[in-house]
């Protein structure tokens, strides 16, 4: 699915958190969005999936504003996963991922089969899906969240900051299989991140904001070979691990 999104504003009281953001999102690619606290990443991730209202603009998905369409529709077309994992704590990991297959009618045995899919893809154990969230690590925690935002095949998936809790070593590997499963499934995924190493690790096309704005599109080198101003160069030697050859 392609995502087009058509001079988005978004203020909160006197803060305008988005100013204008026109951008195309290309099908079965990775776009990342990046920039500093405060730039309007999760503001604009949460207005795709309809979580919080613009105040003006079209969020156009598979050629239909979100808006005057069948929201609920939408929705099941989209999968979510935020930085903390959002799991319930009261209910077990299968039953995290399992809710919204019920909630749509599935049977239990094409709950059972997805489950046995996710659970190979995501690399998480099937006997740790009988554990409640406070009984899991935090990346255990991140792989269940994934399953959940893919029960129902979602053609999108959006990620917002879903490692930036993680310890490295774990991160690492969450990267590294995120990564698969992204070329894997050829899905549109949008990932926000405030770490341009990750940026660069996982995104075909990068987005980076200030302040509610968009200051530049492009490849990882794209931006720090061809910076198209100050901030960006700013932006990319503030992180000093970050290197390209």
Do not use: C
Not at 9 to 33: C, H, Q
Not at 91 to 107: C, D, F, Q
Not at 128 to 155: C, H, I, T
Not at 189 to 196: A, E, R
Request: no cysteine.
């Amino acid at each position: 699915m392609q995502i087009q999104l058509k001079q988005i504003n978004k203020s909160y009281e006197n803060i305008n958190a988005l100013n204008d953001i026109s951008l195309d999102i290309e099908e079965g690619k990775t776009t990342v969005l990046i920039g500093s606290s405060g730039s309007g990443k999760s503001t604009l991730i949460r207005i795709i999936i309809g979580l919080i209202k613009k105040d003006s603009g079209n969020v156009i998905i598979d050629n239909r504003d979100i808006y005057s369409a069948d929201l609920l529709d939408i929705r099941k077309q989209i999968g979510y996963v935020i930085q903390d994992g959002g799991l319930f704590p009261h209910l077990t990991a299968r039953k995290n991922v399992s809710l919204i297959a019920e909630y749509v009618g599935w049977t239990k045995d094409k709950i059972e089969k997805r489950l046995n899919e996710l659970s190979m893809l995501t690399k998480f154990p099937l006997d740790g899906l009988e554990r409640y969230p406070a009984e899991l690590s935090g990346g255990q925690k991140q792989r269940v969240s994934l399953m959940r935002a893919l029960m129902l095949d979602p053609k999108i998936l959006l990620l917002d900051e879903p490692l930036g809790a993680l310890d490295p070593l774990i991160r690492y590997d969450l990267q590294e299989d995120l990564n698969k499963i992204f070329k894997e499934l050829k899905k549109t995924v949008i990932l926000v991140t405030h770490d341009l190493s990750e940026a660069g690790f996982f995104g075909d096309k990068i987005v980076l904001l200030m302040n509610g704005r968009i200051i530049q599109t492009g490849t990882i080198e794209d931006l720090v070979k061809r910076p198209k101003n100050e901030f960006v160069t700013r932006f990319i030697t503030a992180q000093r691990a970050f290197k390209i050859n």
